[in-house]
């Protein structure tokens, strides 16, 4: 697949780039918010990670535009957040990304989370 990270932390993104990596995946990269949009439009990423806290832009937002959006609205999305918060996870499990994944994210899970999207299947919002 060809996945799309957006995260504005560099160690996170390197971790995530080197694990997608070694599933075969290509990597895109993306650290700024403003960039996102025009990213997915030019390169059609089959699979986004979008981390929520991008300094002060929220990934949340991103996500909304991107489901209203109906060339885009089908680009299955895992949300990465450090959030604790209950009223957090409730909106961007609303929000209709596929997947949710709290951080610390171990290996095991990330590649678990990576895998169900790796034979075109949707999966219902849930929290690993
Ligand atoms: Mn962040």
Redesign the pocket.
């Known amino acids: 697949m060809k996945v799309l990270v957006v ?3 560099d160690f996170n993104l390197k971790l995530f780039n080197d694990l997608l990596l070694l599933m075969n995946h290509e990597v895109i990269s993306c650290q700024s918010a403003d960039l996102v949009i025009d990213i997915i439009n030019v390169d059609s990423p089959d699979l986004i990670l979008m ?1 929520m ?2 300094g002060d832009a929220s990934g949340l937002d991103i996500i909304n535009l991107l489901k209203q959006d109906p060339k885009n609205s089908s680009i299955p999305i895992i949300a990465i957040t450090a959030f604790a918060m209950k009223s957090d996870e409730e909106r961007i499990l609303r929000s209709g990304c596929d997947l949710y994944l709290a951080k610390p994210i171990s290996i095991e899970v990330f590649f678990d989370a990576i895998s169900k999207f790796e034979h075109n299947n949707k999966y219902e919002a849930v929290m690993l």
């Open positions: 995260e504005d932390n981390d806290q991008l």
